[in-house]
């Protein structure tokens, strides 16, 4: 079964608008933590945002910010004022703690394009 | 160095022939990942070291793939016998420690693989 489930092959969305790119997960470990990372054409992985599991608050970055509702398992980036420059694929990741491994696992990711 | 480095950043190479890619962590950061991300799609989990314990090598494909990392250091991916399916961007992470918290995982900026 897949952990992280991205269901949005492609989203556009006009500059200075805010956008909304969806991210669920399965997970039984009550620790975990979520992450979003941008991927732009030059293909670095840049980190965007963390959100810990146990955090009562939803976590925010500047223009960006996680829709964290853990009964819904879900971890939603929000993207406020689009820019150009954030057309680039999206990738949503969890990190889990059971069993000692805390390997990322990745979603298939969002391709955002920003039009003028 | 100040981010993950990686090298070569792309590599043509032909089919059949042995590729070593290297990854050297940020400073100080005891857990490195190894990703493999083929066209178009998500990041796929190869090998995770931690300090000094085992590496967990639950992601190689096949025993053509193996790595090593050198004094918890630099990391090089080997791959054996190179298959056009080989052809993607490896992608090498760390973060300070494998944790449940908000380690960041830093990425670097990936070695694009070519088989031909």
């Known amino acids: 079964a897949q952990k992280i489930t991205q269901t949005q092959p492609g989203m556009f969305v006009q500059e200075k608008e805010a956008v909304t790119l969806d991210c669920t997960y399965d997970t039984s470990d009550p620790s975990y933590g979520l992450f979003w990372y941008k991927q732009p054409s030059s293909g670095e992985m840049i980190f965007l945002i963390y959100?810990?599991?146990?955090?009562?608050q939803n976590a925010t970055e500047g223009r960006y910010s996680l829709n964290f509702q853990k009964a819904r398992k879900s971890a939603n980036l929000v993207i406020s004022a689009s820019q150009l420059g954030d057309s680039a694929m999206y990738f949503c990741?969890?990190?889990?703690?059971?069993?000692?491994?805390?390997?990322?696992?990745f979603g298939r990711g969002t391709s955002l394009i920003v039009h003028p | 160095g100040a981010g993950v480095s990686q090298s070569p950043s792309n590599k043509v190479t032909e089919k059949g022939k042995d590729v070593e890619l290297r990854c050297d962590p940020i400073?100080?950061?005891?857990?490195l990942y190894w990703y493999r991300q083929s066209l178009g799609q998500g990041l796929e989990f190869l090998i995770y070291f931690q300090g000094n314990s085992a590496p967990d090598k639950s992601g190689l494909p096949s025993d053509r793939f193996s790595a090593e990392r050198t004094g918890g250091s630099v990391s090089t991916l080997t791959i054996q016998r190179t298959q056009q399916e080989d052809s993607a961007v490896y992608l090498c992470a760390s973060s300070i420690v494998a944790g449940p918290s908000g380690n960041t995982i830093y990425f670097g900026e990936g070695s694009w693989l070519t088989v031909v």
């Open positions: 990741a969890m990190r889990e703690v059971s069993g000692g491994s805390y390997i990322p696992t």
């Open positions: 959100q810990g599991s146990y955090d009562q």
């Open positions: 400073s100080g950061h005891t857990a």
